[in-house]
């Protein structure tokens, strides 16, 4: 079993002034291959569709809110994080569309599964003062992940965290050590 830990925002309070809407929510997401085979076979299909595309995504990390943001039609085109598909045309609009269709498919066909925690920090904030939610949170998801991991029974585990290591990836790996 292959296991890969991310988190999507931080962990610092949610401030109204200081931050945007999108700093409101945290994710911590487990994403779990029962083994190494399934894995290596998706990673090869992410890395089909990534040379299939390279010329409008680059050396870009496939994210979706990149993809979302890189959409033809509603394109910013002094936002930093999109990709190319806007430069080519129609021919870029079209294929912007067989990318997300590919990865779609892919997605749907994958076989893995997701196990997340989500949280709203204005509300945990306003409902639980006195909790720290960090904690809260890396139990939840840990709890989750051993849940998952009787269930599957599996002979080897194995644990990844991202390569980044930003705070947020340096907690939850700390966590995990400890």
Same mark, same amino acid.
């Given at each position: 079993?292959?296991?890969? @830990? /991310?988190? =999507?925002? *931080?962990?610092?309070?949610?401030?109204?002034?200081?931050? $945007?809407? &999108?700093?409101?929510?945290?994710?911590?997401?487990?994403?779990?291959?029962?083994?190494?085979?399934?894995?290596?076979?998706?990673?090869?299909?992410?890395?089909?569709?990534?040379?299939?595309?390279?010329?409008?995504?680059?050396?870009?990390?496939?994210?979706?809110?990149?993809?979302?943001?890189?959409?033809?039609?509603? @394109? /910013?085109? =002094?936002? *930093?994080?999109?990709?190319?598909?806007?430069?080519?045309? $129609?021919? &870029?609009?079209?294929?912007?569309?067989k990318f997300c269709n590919e990865l779609k498919l892919l997605i749907l066909n994958a076989d893995f599964?997701?196990?997340?925690?989500?949280?709203?920090?204005?509300?945990?904030?306003?409902?639980?003062?006195?909790?720290?939610?960090?904690?809260?949170?890396?139990?939840?998801?840990?709890?989750? @992940?051993?849940?998952?991991?009787?269930?599957?029974?599996?002979?080897?585990?194995?644990i990844f965290f991202d390569p980044q290591m930003n705070l947020s990836d340096v907690i939850i790996k700390t966590s995990y050590?400890?």
């Open positions: 079993m292959l296991i890969f @830990i /991310d988190e =999507s925002g *931080n962990f610092r309070p949610h401030n109204a002034y200081l931050n $945007n809407f &999108g700093e409101r929510h945290i994710t911590l997401a487990a994403v779990i291959f029962k083994d190494n085979k399934k894995y290596t076979s998706f990673k090869k299909q992410i890395r089909d569709i990534r040379e299939k595309f390279t010329k409008y995504i680059g050396d870009k990390e496939i994210k979706s809110h990149t993809i979302r943001r890189s959409r033809p039609e509603t @394109i /910013d085109i =002094s936002d *930093n994080e999109i990709y190319d598909f806007y430069k080519y045309g $129609n021919q &870029g609009k079209e294929d912007y569309y599964k997701i196990i997340s925690v989500n949280a709203d920090k204005v509300l945990s904030q306003a409902l639980y003062p006195h909790k720290d939610l960090l904690i809260t949170m890396l139990t939840d998801l840990w709890e989750r @992940i051993l849940i998952c991991h009787h269930l599957d029974k599996p002979t080897n585990s194995r050590d400890n």
